[in-house]
């Protein structure tokens, strides 16, 4: 087996197209999940796609908001989408990618900002973000899903170490950063378990970011980054992690996302 899995939150896929069929031209990852598609499903550029080697895709869009999908050159099977907290967002879905005589599932999640202040009973979009998480952990545990082998993804929206944020004590009460954030996405992560792809090749103290904020001037300068997107695996994949690829510079593009793609590598 030989796979190369992509993360990316492309904050509008319609408006990213560019720099999205450059990625896949310059990195060619087999497999492409991208977060905040903000499109219907009818409305992804499925033909630009598949004329640039990605033929299997699984789409799970919504107008003008969040949206998932997973672009393959692989054939995909089992498609599946799961819905949290009632909401009728669409913010997760789900795959078999065909390696060889390997399947992996692979898992693309989409989880909510959560809004800029840190208290449920002030913000409700942060009660929602805590409640996403509660279930995740819920239906992963029920489910089994790091049972068999897996692969979870996605921008998830909370940067849990003390090096993926530029200011461990500056951030403790912003939103992504917060303890019960982190206490929350600890209880996902072990419901697997899962392994932090990202974190076995790049050690805990150095710094990792996969976000800048579009809010800065100078994003580069300045790297007041976060690392708020996600490379899990199940144990049974550990050994096979044989790379791992942040392209910094696409934040440097033109009319980039605030988001970088994040790229893993499979061998057996």
């Given amino acids: 087996m030989s796979l190369k899995i992509a993360t990316w939150n492309i904050n509008s896929v319609r408006l990213r197209k560019p720099i999205v069929l450059r990625y896949l031209k310059s990195h060619g990852p087999d497999v492409l999940c991208l977060q ?20 299997y895709l699984a789409i799970n869009g919504q107008k003008g908001y969040h949206g998932v999908a997973i672009a393959s050159r692989m054939p995909l099977a089992d498609i599946d989408k799961h819905e949290f907290c009632n909401m009728g967002d669409a913010r997760h879905i789900s795959a078999k990618v065909i390696a060889g005589q390997r399947e992996i599932t692979v ?10 202040i ?21 239906w992963m545990t029920a489910e089994k899903l790091a049972h068999r082998p897996s692969v979870l993804v996605g ?43 990202l974190r076995t090749k790049i050690p805990e103290d150095e710094k990792l970011y996969t976000w800048w904020s579009y809010r800065s001037a100078d994003w580069e300068s300045a790297n007041k980054g976060r690392r708020l997107d996600h490379v899990w695996l199940s144990a049974d994949l550990k050994s096979a992690l044989a790379d791992l690829d942040i392209l910094k510079d696409a934040r440097g593009w033109e009319r980039p996302s605030d988001h970088v793609p994040v790229m893993i590598s499979l061998n057996d």
């Fill in 107 to 116: 898992h693309n999640f989409y989880v909510p900002a959560g809004g800029d």
């Fill in 36 to 55: 905040e598609t903000k499109c219907r499903d009818s409305e992804f550029p499925s033909s630009d796609l598949r004329a640039a080697g990605y033929q």
């Fill in 155 to 197: 921008d998830l929206n909370i940067a849990p170490l003390e090096h993926d944020v530029w200011s461990h004590k500056a951030l403790l009460k912003v939103v992504s950063h917060t303890p019960i954030e982190v206490e929350r996405l600890k209880k996902v992560f072990e419901a697997g378990p899962w392994v932090d792809a």
């Fill in 118 to 138: 840190a208290d449920r009973e002030l913000n409700p979009k942060f009660g929602h973000k805590l409640d996403f998480l509660d279930e995740m952990a819920e």
